[in-house]
């Protein structure tokens, strides 16, 4: 599948030739809309993992060619498609970058990275959305210091929406949606358990009034579970973070998380580190927690290690006070900031992305909003 596109490469034309010789190994040769496309690492890992698991097979090896203009018409056209077939409904505007934070087991650190991150887009000026699937443990909105309630309003065609809660940093702002802006205590949210956990999440996806955002952020549940693979299905263009501490054991569980993305097709932008050291007040750094998990994990699934957030008590005073470490100053601060710094300006580098499917996705969403959709033809239709 590729990753961004939720389309399988055949389909989409860029499996271009499959030699087999007498001891069973493979050639693949799969065309790329650039050469350059950062999201070539993970189609190679996932067609040899999947290929090399076929009966006789001995070894698999891929070449890579470039699409002409024709085919990346085609591949374009084919993308439109997908948008308007997987994302019917998602309030969520083609601009904004959709990254869930993530992790295998609890307590990591997910709800504050993510409100950390947050609040490190808004003090650089900017837009972020903040979604807490966290439904019925959510802690978002006293991480935010937040007490509003979500209101509801009328669109001109007589649709109900939900309005986040606007919670300004800065020159920046947050649009936070969460159970707990609903309901007054955990113990009210625990009744919609089970109930409409998944529904909960489309809720807020489909029938919020979003608006323009700069980055929608979304704090995952602990686990790999419904929630998640609910996710991959309405919202096939997210990104995933992946938090660990530096224990390798909870590496190990977050591999687990890794895997559940690739196999929903979630791209994993990298690994977040938390918890890495404690720095005592004479500059002793103590590693509580081990090291090396997040380094480790990185390597393993293939993806860069984005940040390390040292261990800090005012991430966890923050917490509680509801202003968030990233707003004020210190290293975890520093921290937060640079890996907002890097989402922004590395992760994904514009000039990276320049013509590869990625960018086709969101140049599809866009003639899609444009009320520019069309089907897509063998052909090659613009
Ligand atoms: N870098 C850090 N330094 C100090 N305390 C931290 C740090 N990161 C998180 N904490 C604290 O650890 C606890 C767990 O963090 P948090 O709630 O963000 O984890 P989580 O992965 O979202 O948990 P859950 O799985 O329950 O949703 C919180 O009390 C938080 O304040
Ligand atoms: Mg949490």
């Not at 005073?317 to 100053?329: C, F, K, N, R």
């Not at 514009?350 to 089907?375: F, N």
């Amino acid at each position: 599948m590729d990753p961004e596109l939720g389309s399988d490469i055949v389909d989409l034309g860029m499996a271009k030739g499959v030699q087999v010789d007498a001891d069973g190994q493979v050639l693949i040769t799969v065309a790329l809309t650039t050469v350059g496309c950062p999201l070539r690492a993970q189609i190679k890992r996932d067609v040899v993992a999947l290929v090399a698991d076929l009966p006789g097979v001995s070894g698999v090896r891929l070449e890579w060619t470039e699409m002409n203009p024709d085919e990346k018409a085609a591949v374009m056209a084919r993308a439109r498609w997908n948008v308007r077939d997987q994302e019917q409904g998602a309030e969520i505007p083609a601009t904004t970058r959709v990254i869930t934070i993530s992790s295998g087991k609890g307590g990591v650190g997910k709800s504050s990275v993510t409100v950390n991150l947050a609040a490190a887009f808004a003090k650089r000026g900017l837009t972020a959305g903040v979604l807490d699937a966290d439904i019925w443990g959510f802690s978002v909105p006293r991480m935010l210091g937040l007490d509003g309630r979500l209101a509801g309003e009328l669109t001109s065609e007589g649709e109900k929406k939900i309005v986040p809660v606007i919670h300004t940093i800065g020159s920046g702002m947050l649009k936070v949606v969460s159970m707990g802006l609903l309901v007054d205590d955990e113990e009210s949210a625990l009744m919609w358990r089970g109930l409409m956990l998944n529904r909960a999440v489309q809720h807020f996806l489909e029938d919020v009034r979003w608006g323009d955002m700069d980055y929608l952020l979304i704090d995952m549940p602990p686990g790999t579970g419904d929630v998640q693979m609910g996710l991959a299905r309405m919202l096939p263009r997210a990104e995933m973070i992946v938090v660990t501490t530096p224990a390798l054991a909870a590496q190990k569980v977050a591999v687990r998380a890794v895997n559940m993305a690739r196999k929903s097709y979630l791209r994993v932008i990298g690994v977040v580190e938390n918890m890495s050291s404690l720095t005592c007040d004479h500059g002793t750094r103590y590693p509580l927690f081990g090291t090396g998990g997040g380094q480790e994990l990185a390597r393993t699934a293939g993806v860069p290690l984005l940040a390390q957030i040292p261990m800090e008590a005012s991430v966890a005073t923050g917490g509680d006070s509801g202003e968030p470490v990233a707003t004020g100053q210190g290293p975890a601060s520093d921290a937060f900031r640079a890996l907002a710094g890097k989402l922004i300006e590395e992760a994904v580098s514009p000039v990276q992305m320049a013509g590869c499917s990625a960018r086709m996705l969101e140049l599809a969403e866009a003639a899609l909003d444009a009320g520019d959709a069309e089907a897509p033809s063998s052909t090659g239709a613009r």
